[in-house]
């Protein structure tokens, strides 16, 4: 009997520990710069918990200056005076990857350097209302404005339509027009024919009565020797 051939074993490579089980190398694991997944879980972990930190620490600085300005007043007639600010700030706790991390305290003192002054913070809410209050009275000029481009609007489609109407009305008037101006050519025509006849007329009315004239005259003539030869 002929024995079945072995195949080449491209299984990763164990490395025997005491008490464990194999395990692949760590040269078997893919490396991404420079390092496995482990270093780069343990990283991602790190940088998690600094932002996380710097979160906190951001968060209570805000929280501290926010009860600072909310503690500064007057008191009849007294001065302004800031009230003591809580120096610490205890985290609660929180879960990263399964993990519980303890309660930390965070100081947040606050230094004069860091800290807005009164004033300055009455001038910053003065200047935003004023900001305030011109944005809105630019809405409403741009309200306003929007009002009067649609009436604008409205009144340029009206003239539109009237302008039509009276092209309409104008091309109506012009063809009338040549009509008219037709028929007075024609009547121009005609009256310059009856001028020329009532010319003719005229002369032959004149040669009519000269002719009368004459034959009054030959009749006179005429009539005359018959009364002598009576």
């Known amino acids: 009997m002929q024995t079945p051939e072995k195949k080449a074993d491209d299984r990763q490579p164990l490395v025997e ?15 991404v710069n420079n390092l496995t997944p482990r270093a780069r879980r343990r990283e991602t ?9 710097q979160e ?9 200056k926010r009860r600072a300005n909310e503690n500064v007043g007057l008191v009849g007639n007294r001065k302004k005076s800031r009230m003591s ?18 309660n930390t305290t965070i100081p947040t003192k606050i230094d004069e350097s860091e800290n807005v002054s009164l004033t300055q913070f009455e001038k910053a809410q003065e200047e935003i209302d004023q900001l305030k209050s ?5 809405n409403q000029k741009l309200e306003e404005l929007k009002g009067s481009l ?6 340029k489609t009206t003239l539109e339509n009237t302008l039509s ?43 009519l009565q000269q002719e009368k004239e004459r034959l009054e005259q030959l009749t006179a003539d005429l009539r005359n020797p018959v009364l002598e030869l009576k």
Do not use: H, I
């Not at 906190?56 to 501290?64: G, K």
């Open 17 to 31: 520990r005491k008490g464990k089980a194999n395990v692949p190398l760590l040269s078997s694991y893919p490396v």
């Open 45 to 53: 972990l790190k940088e998690k918990a600094t932002r996380k930190k």
């Open 56 to 64: 906190n620490e951001e968060r209570a600085r805000a929280a501290a």
């Open 85 to 102: 600010v809580s120096t610490s700030y205890t985290k609660q706790p929180s879960l990263v990857k399964g993990r519980k991390v303890t």
């Open 134 to 138: 011109s944005m809105n009275t630019q």
């Open 150 to 155: 649609c009436q604008t609007m409205d009144e």
């Open 165 to 207: 109407v009276e092209r309409v009305a104008f091309k109506e008037l012009k063809v009338s027009m040549e009509e008219k101006l037709s028929e007075n050519e024609k009547l121009a025509a005609s009256l310059v024919v009856k001028n020329e006849q009532n010319a003719q007329l005229l002369k032959d009315k004149a040669w």
